[in-house]
Nanobody, 127 residues
Framework: QVQLVESGGGSVQAGGSLTLTCAAS????????MGWFRQAPGKEREGVAA???????AYAASVKGRFTISRDNSENTLSLQMTNLKPEDTAMYYC?????????????????????WGQGIQVTVSS
């Protein structure tokens, strides 16, 4: 049974930092693309960051330079270090996993067709 469980969310003031973690189980984690997506109230879900099995990464323009995605294949965990948070970063954040493919990693952020999704965790940034 596949499970993706997010943790580390919460409330923070603008300029602050948070680190999200996703614990994965039930699939060949090291072979999968992993990603973070977010959805703000009234908006569509959007890709934030992705990391491939080879460690290659991609970021949305809005978070590049502020967020860092990383993975630990020995612990089957995915992290998203978020710094210099802004009120517009407020959203529900979702961990996602997708099977290997030939699609360049940058394009993985443009699609919601990922195999597995977590339940999501709230991040709130106040001004």
């Amino acid at each position: 049974q596949v499970q993706l469980v997010e943790s580390g969310g919460g409330s923070v003031q603008a300029g602050g930092s948070l680190t999200l973690t996703c614990a994965a189980s039930g699939f060949m984690y090291s072979r999968y693309y992993m990603g973070w997506f977010r959805q703000a109230p009234g908006k569509e879900r959007e890709g934030v960051a992705a990391i491939g099995p080879d460690g290659g990464t991609a970021y949305a323009a809005s978070v590049k330079g502020r967020f860092t995605i990383s993975r630990d294949n020995s612990e089957n965990t995915l992290s998203l270090q978020m710094t210099n948070l802004k009120p517009e970063d407020t959203a529900m954040y979702y961990c996602a996993a997708d099977r290997p493919s030939a699609l360049p990693i940058q394009f993985k952020l443009d699609t919601l067709s990922w195999d597995y999704w977590g339940q999501g965790i709230q991040v709130t940034v106040s001004s």
